[in-house]
């Protein structure tokens, strides 16, 4: 009773705050009038059901700018609707504008509580995953009614649900789970019933089973995705512009194109650009202006939609003994420190710092969009436009109204699309309207204009087959964003393939089939080097070649049409030019390509030659003998002989000295198995006659093992200052020298 009156008096209170005037005003409560004398109430606040969709904008990173715009009339009432998954995005994101001096008061949607949280509303206590186990917890010491069980219907109180482990059959290792139910009946009797599919239990309060259906409810509810329903307050006088932008998941634009060459060959064909573009969003597009951005800013998802519940820390409630109160001892101070803090005046607040944003950023008014100022959001990053004539009739554009757009294909007449380069990213923008209704998709024109293009057999000694590819060169103001194109030669399909950005200017190769009737080899190779500089210093001997190298490729063209077969040949850097007079048609940052016309069944050879430097550089270590490779390197560089001589016979003695160090202890060695072996006789034989022979025999082996251990001593302290001698010498050699 107490919690009803509660409710009452809660509903009654907030009607009371809904008559009150509207928020901000200090108004008094006044008393409650007769209806004789209540004052005419206002006009009902109009609501615009749907502020529209007039311009979208998609980006490659699958994120899609959202302008609403229309006029609204003294204080009114906006919605805009969209779906579930866009509102984290446009809560992120939204940005509102009252052109004509208004305001916003607030911006509202219907939200959801969080599943977990609307389930702790209900005494029941189970998950959004339930278990039938956890079902019948949750109906544990309920009345209930049982049927289809052995015994027939039984009323009772469910006790407890448990399982057990049963074998199956003879088998002692097959097992299966029963759960059984305890369920304590009117008379007072313990029934254990097993739990079937066939058996039923149904609970006997009325208000258990409103608490099912409730639980159940709530479980269906979260897989309905549904509209949200934005709702926003404008305040303010007579007519005004309102915009209101966002940006919200969308799937990524995607770019195709056609190259149609002409049946009679003029040097160039046709290239007509098409964009895909679906709308998944929750509202229709009814004649927006759209524009396609081929690029990626940064963007992501946070959940401010969803309803977020810190965990609070539990604090028991304290049963200790209670403690005798006390009274404690005031500290001293010192007076100069406590005057000081009296003195002292507390510190005023930080000032804010304040930023000057430039032109076209987020200060002056610019948001994600022209009806928020010039340019998209990209911090004031500065914007370049080109304007081209066009060729075709199209509509006029608002591009005074809605951004500094200006013309960029020559395929269309002016205002049919428009580019604008900002940032890193480049724009297609239609200014023709268009209309694409929810869940639809449409394919937009972005392109098409001649083009130079030329057809040519592309070889790369990376792949097997030759490759049939169209030499494109992009002469119009339009960049041309990555995508799929196809092929159309003679009013028949050619092939396909895929293309990476092309800007303006640029020439690029579009391979779409392979080429069976040419086949291309290396049939010659040569590399020839000559010593240019010798170099020698802190003991380094560094030798800097000439190299000469040169490539002989052979073209086979089996068609019944003159072939150009471009070759790809690989560049070497550093240094390396090419040899004579041979140009290649084009240079990449790896490759030089060469053009190679090859006549109908003929074949055609082209030798690329290369010329560049080769350095080899050599430590001389004195503990290596690198004797060899020291009279070789004289040999080529003959001036070098007087300051390597020295050099050349002091490691020779050195490998003298190691060969007889190895001899030396290989004697050792010998000396010390012979004193071994006289020792064990000499051991066996003690006390006999013959053990005098072995004593002899002991000693002089004993003597031979001091002396070769002693020679071992001395030849490695000889090739221990051998070797200071050489590092020294090794490194007062300085020598350079040009061959001549």
Not at 208 to 235: I, N, V
Not at 280 to 299: F, K
Not at 389 to 408: C, D, F, H, K
């Amino acid at each position: 009773m107490r919690r009803i009156l509660s409710v009452f008096c809660l509903a009654a209170f907030t009607v009371t705050l809904a008559a009150q005037s509207p928020a901000g005003s200090q108004a008094k409560p006044k008393p409650v009038a007769p209806k004789a004398q209540l004052a005419t109430p206002q006009a009902p606040t109009q609501v615009i059901k749907d502020l529209p969709v007039r311009k979208v904008v998609l980006y490659k990173n699958g994120v899609g700018y959202f302008e609403h715009a229309g006029s609204v009339t003294g204080n009114q009432r906006v919605a805009i609707d969209f779906t579930s998954p866009q509102l984290n995005d446009v809560l992120q994101s939204l940005t509102v504008l009252d052109e004509g001096g208004g305001r916003i008061a607030g911006v509202n949607y219907n939200s959801t509580t969080p599943l977990a949280e609307q389930l702790k509303s209900l005494s029941l206590g189970m998950t959004d995953d339930p278990t039938s186990t956890e079902l019948f917890q949750a109906l544990r010491g309920q009345r209930v009614e049982v049927t289809g069980g052995p015994g027939g219907t039984i009323t009772g109180r469910l006790l407890s649900i448990e399982s057990r482990t049963e074998k199956v059959g003879s088998d002692a290792d097959t097992t299966i789970d029963k759960f059984y139910l305890t369920l304590v009946a009117t008379s007072g009797a313990a029934r254990v019933i097993e739990l079937t599919p066939a058996l039923s239990v149904r609970p006997l309060d009325g208000n258990l089973q409103s608490q099912l259906d409730r639980y159940l409810e709530l479980l269906s509810t979260t897989h309905a995705t549904g509209l949200r329903h934005l709702t926003l307050d404008a305040l303010g006088v007579g007519q005004r512009q309102l915009r209101v932008s966002y940006i919200s998941e969308v799937p990524v634009w995607k770019s195709t194109y056609r190259i149609v060459f002409p049946r009679t060959p003029n040097g160039s064909a046709t290239m007509q650009g098409w964009a895909v573009v679906d709308n998944t969003v929750g509202a229709d597009w009814d004649n927006v202006l759209l524009s396609l951005v081929a690029g990626a800013p940064q963007s992501f998802i946070q959940p401010l939609s969803q309803p977020i519940y810190t965990r609070r820390v539990e604090i028991p409630i304290a049963t200790e003994a209670q403690l005798t109160p006390q009274t404690h001892e005031a500290a001293e101070f010192d007076r100069v420190e406590l005057q000081a803090k009296i003195s002292t005046p507390p510190s005023s607040a930080p000032m804010m710092a304040r930023k000057k944003v430039p032109s076209g950023g987020v200060g002056s008014g610019a948001g994600f969009g022209s009806g928020l100022g010039r340019g998209y959001g990209m911090g004031g990053a500065s914007t370049e436009t080109v304007t081209v004539t066009a060729n075709a009739p199209l509509l006029n554009t608002e591009s005074a109204e809605l951004g500094s757009i200006v013309r960029a294909s020559d395929a269309y007449q002016e205002g049919d699309v428009t580019t604008n380069a900002f940032d890193e990213f480049f724009e297609y923008a239609l200014a023709q309207p268009v209309t694409i209704h929810k869940n639809e998709s449409a394919m937009v024109p972005i392109l098409q204009q001649d083009l130079p293009a030329e057809h040519v057999t592309l070889w790369s000694e990376k792949e097997s087959n030759p490759l049939r590819a169209v030499w494109l060169e992009n002469k119009s103001k339009l960049t041309l964003d990555s995508g799929s194109f196809s092929i159309f030669e003679s009013g028949e399909f050619a092939g396909e393939g895929l293309l990476d950005p092309i800007h303006p200017g640029e020439k690029r190769l579009l391979s779409y089939a392979a080429d069976q009737a040419v086949r291309v080899k290396v049939s010659a190779r040569d590399n020839r080097r000559t010593l240019h500089h010798l170099k020698i210093s802190e003991g380094v001997v560094v030798e800097t070649y000439m190299n000469v190298a040169s490539v002989t490729y052979s073209a086979v063209n089996s068609a019944d049409m003159n072939r150009v077969v471009l070759l790809e040949h690989p560049r070497t850097n550093n240094g390396w030019t090419l040899d004579g007079d041979l140009k290649p048609a084009e240079t990449s940052p790896n490759l030089y390509r060469f053009k190679l016309p090859v006549e109908a069944h003929s074949t055609a050879t082209l030798e690329v030659r290369e010329r560049g430097p080769m350095k080899t550089e050599v430590r001389l270590n004195p503990t290596y003998n690198q004797t060899v490779y020291l009279i070789d390197l004289v040999k080529r560089a003959p001036d070098a002989l007087e300051k390597l001589k020295p050099v050349i016979d002091a490691q020779t003695a050195l490998t003298e000295l190691d060969r007889r160090i190895t001899e030396s202890k290989q004697t050792e060695a010998a000396a010390s198995a012979d004193e071994a072996r006289d020792r064990e006789n000499l051991t066996a034989l003690k006390g006999n006659d013959a053990a005098k022979r072995f004593v002899e025999e002991l000693n002089r082996a004993e003597d031979q093992l001091q002396a070769a251990h002693k020679q071992t001593i001395d030849l490695e302290q000889q090739k221990k200052t051998a070797v200071d001698k050489l590092n020294e010498m090794i490194s007062q050699i300085s020598f350079d020298w040009d061959v001549k």
